[in-house]
């Protein structure tokens, strides 16, 4: 699945049909519904692999005090290592601990909560992480906000 976003070329219009047909408002809606089924699936200590990477709450030590350390969890996104190779990108290496289960999107939810057809939903994911990807093979500044 991952193998899609390494672009040895420059993502052309047509192969973002679906972003074309759609307006802002309805890519907001669909992201906005992925969201929410991300954060369930945090909630429930699972790890949601969307191709690119996994969103997933990684345990962390915070220190607080002088030799005082507390442990934490921090929602995280972890890129893909063959995208960050590929793209030649710095980052720590975090890894998800194996006791987290990764699931994949589960799209037919997502679509039954904002009443979009499935496919539309897949499509639209898919094609905005495709565009991500082509922004990273170009170097480009991105920005990409989750709530």
């Given at each position: 699945?991952m193998h ?5 070329n ?5 192969e973002l049909p679906?972003l074309k047909e ?6 907001c809606?669909?992201w906005s ?8 699936q945090?909630?429930?200590k699972?790890?949601v692999?969307i191709?690119l990477g996994s ?8 220190n ?8 934490v969890?921090?929602?995280?996104f972890i890129?893909?290592k063959?995208?960050?190779?590929f793209?030649n990108?710095e980052g720590d290496?975090?890894?998800?601990p194996?006791e987290?289960p ?6 037919e939810?997502i679509?039954a909560h904002i ?6 939903v897949e499509?639209?994911?898919?094609e ?12 480009k ?7």
């Amino acid at each position: 699945k991952m193998h899609k976003y390494l672009l040895y070329n420059t993502v052309e219009p047509e192969e973002l049909p679906t972003l074309k047909e759609l307006s802002t408002i309805e890519i907001c809606k669909v992201w906005s519904g992925m969201s929410r089924h991300i954060y369930k699936q945090l909630l429930k200590k699972k790890a949601v692999d969307i191709g690119l990477g996994s969103f997933a709450v990684i345990p962390m030590h915070a220190n607080v005090a002088e030799g005082k350390v507390l442990p934490v969890e921090r929602p995280m996104f972890i890129m893909n290592k063959t995208l960050k190779m590929f793209y030649n990108l710095e980052g720590d290496e975090t890894k998800i601990p194996e006791e987290i289960p990764v699931v994949q999107p589960d799209f037919e939810d997502i679509a039954a909560h904002i009443h979009f057809r499935h496919e539309i939903v897949e499509q639209c994911v898919q094609e905005t992480l495709l565009y991500f990807a082509g922004a990273l093979r170009e170097n480009k500044e991105v920005e990409f906000t989750f709530r």
